[in-house]
């Protein structure tokens, strides 16, 4: 069994930056980042294949958002940069054992997920 734990989360105004963490029990995965505002579905962010040959992420993110792994401390990071009011959320991380998609309804395994709050 899989298990994510996401941290770092928090209030920031807006330009400033933040890194999430995603600390799981076992990282041979595609590893992604969703995030979900209130009344709206998840929403892909980025994802990392596994061995981290590959990232992609969302339009609203590229260039500001940056996806690593270390798969010898068995964490991954999403690094926010740049944040805007309009990256409010509650941000979670997911694994895959297949091949690799955006779909959320397609990742096994979830974490909690963790706030992060923009002001403008």
């Known amino acids: 069994q899989v298990q994510l734990v996401e941290s770092g989360g928090g209030l920031v105004q807006a330009g400033n930056s933040l890194r999430l963490t995603c600390a799981a029990s076992g990282l041979s995965f595609t590893m992604a980042w969703f995030r979900q505002a209130p009344g709206k579905n998840h929403q892909f962010v980025a994802l990392i294949t596994r061995g981290g040959d590959s990232t992609y992420y969302a339009d609203s993110v590229k260039g500001r958002f940056t996806i690593s792994r270390d798969d010898a401390k068995n964490a991954v990071f999403l690094d926010m940069n740049s944040l805007k009011p309009e990256d409010t959320a509650v941000y979670y991380c997911?694994?895959?054992?297949?091949?690799?998609?955006?779909?959320?309804?397609?990742?096994?395994?979830w974490g909690q997920g963790t706030q992060v709050t923009v002001s403008s």
């Open positions: 997911a694994a895959r054992r297949g091949p690799t998609t955006f779909n959320s309804l397609e990742y096994d395994y």
